[in-house]
């Protein structure tokens, strides 16, 4: 009876001061994060301003995987190093200055570029994959909408390991900012 008194602080104190393991951070291996302009913006190019990029207040730094429609959770130790907010930011800038005919601008009377990220997650089910969809509105002095759509992009994550999803996620980041800037530009030359 004596060595349960003995035993029960210990195995409590091991319970409460268990060390949990370090979070790991990641980040999208994504072209479009680190690609560079090509160059001047052509002649004719249209002027463009791209507002801040938004996200749900769900996608913060930890990485968000889904199961279903209805089910999603956050992964414990496994961290983006920046929000994905900021991740598409970056990668949709460069993509609309790799765009021909499109340029970037501060001047108000640009049409405006707002974007909302809506996920940014790792699908569990039914085939395991990094999705990435973003909420686009165009608009020409903030009434006429050029563009108001959602744009989808998927990857398949090959693999368990977390930078398996990290690949993933570049892949769909840069695939949805292309299909976005491609749209704005069809947008912006068709008015």
């Given amino acids: 009876m004596r060595m349960w008194w003995i035993l029960l602080p210990a195995l409590l104190g091991g319970c409460v001061f268990r060390d949990a393991a370090e979070p790991r951070f990641f980040r999208p291996a994504s072209a479009m994060l680190d690609a560079g302009a090509d160059g001047a913006p052509s002649r004719g190019a249209v002027a463009v301003r791209l507002q801040p990029v938004g996200g749900t207040p769900f996608l913060r730094e930890r990485i968000v995987w889904r199961s279903s429609e209805v089910e999603y959770g956050l992964y414990e130790q496994r961290r983006w190093s920046e929000l994905p907010a900021s991740y598409v930011q970056r ?32 699908e ?12 686009v509105s165009l608009r020409e002095h903030e009434r006429r909408r050029l563009v108001d759509r959602a744009f989808t992009a998927r990857a398949a994550i090959a693999g368990d390991a977390p930078t398996a999803t990290a690949t993933a996620m570049g892949h769909a980041l840069d695939e949805a900012v292309r299909a976005v800037a491609e749209a704005v530009a069809a947008a912006v030359t068709a008015r």
Avoid at 125 to 133: F, I, K, L, M, N
């Fill in 91 to 122: 990668a949709l800038e460069n993509a609309l200055r790799q765009t021909p005919g499109l340029r970037l601008s501060d001047d108000l009377d640009a049409p405006s570029l707002h974007v909302d990220v809506v996920a940014f997650d790792e």
């Fill in 124 to 135: 569990l089910a039914p085939t395991h994959e990094a999705s990435v969809v973003l909420a």
